[in-house]
T-cell receptor, first 110, second 116 residues
């Protein structure tokens, strides 16, 4: 059973913020939210993760709702190189596995 | 930092032969390494997990005698596809993690295997 739900695709304008939603309504208290992306024909790239607090790093920001049932990955200034499939993954703290779903295909347009 | 390499980046082999793919962590010691497979237009599927010096743990449905994994050191894991068949043609990707940060996996660039 899929633990996350993401839109299959979305377009973003270059230079604008890209907001990628993810629903994880059955998330448990000991499960983290991870985001990865995969540019075409490359290995995935770790972006960010969080438990319940909002997180920010040099690549993106992660906003997790208070009830933890959904989150949003924010790419502050999308560039053409951000075109990729973005995966939202819920992972139990003690489990090493990452289960990749279908993700969201994000296309950044000039 | 946290660079993972794979070799070769692509390989074409004849049906019935074996192919070895190497995965190396270049600037860190990987406690755990993972092997994934990705068919065209599909998502990544975890095949197996390996820790240095111990036997790999295979996911359900993955034949351990067909996909041999060796994790000989903290920087090297190999995947050997034995007696390859056309249905084994896929994109094979490894990843590595450090210590207890297993959720932060650093992926290699992948190896495209084509079996003719």
């Amino acid at each position: 059973d899929a633990k996350t739900t993401q839109p299959p695709s979305m377009d973003c304008a270059e230079g604008r913020a890209a907001n990628l939603p993810c629903n994880h309504s059955t998330i448990s208290g000991n499960e983290y939210v991870y985001w990865y992306r995969q540019i075409h024909s490359q290995g995935p790239q770790y972006i960010i993760h969080g438990l319940k607090n909002n997180e920010t790093n040099e690549m993106a920001s992660l906003i997790i709702t208070e009830d933890r049932k959904s989150s949003t990955l924010i790419l502050p200034h999308a560039t053409l190189r951000d075109t990729a499939v973005y995966y939202c993954i819920v992972r139990v703290a003690y489990d090493y596995k990452l289960s990749f779903g279908a993700g969201t295909t994000v296309t950044v347009r000039a | 930092g946290a660079v993972v390499s794979q070799h070769p980046s692509w390989v074409i082999c004849k049906s019935g032969t074996s192919v070895k793919i190497e995965c190396r962590s270049l600037d860190f010691q990987a406690t755990t390494m993972f092997w994934y497979r990705q068919f065209p237009k599909q998502s990544l599927m975890l095949m197996a997990t390996s820790n240095e010096g111990s036997k790999a743990t295979y996911e359900q449905g993955v034949e351990k005698d067909k996909f041999l994994i060796n994790h000989a050191s903290l920087t090297l894991s190999t995947l050997t596809v034995t007696s390859a068949h056309p249905e084994d043609s896929s994109f094979y990707i490894c990843s590595a993690s450090v210590g207890d940060r297993v959720g932060e996996q650093y992926f290699g660039p992948g190896t495209r295997l084509t079996v003719t």
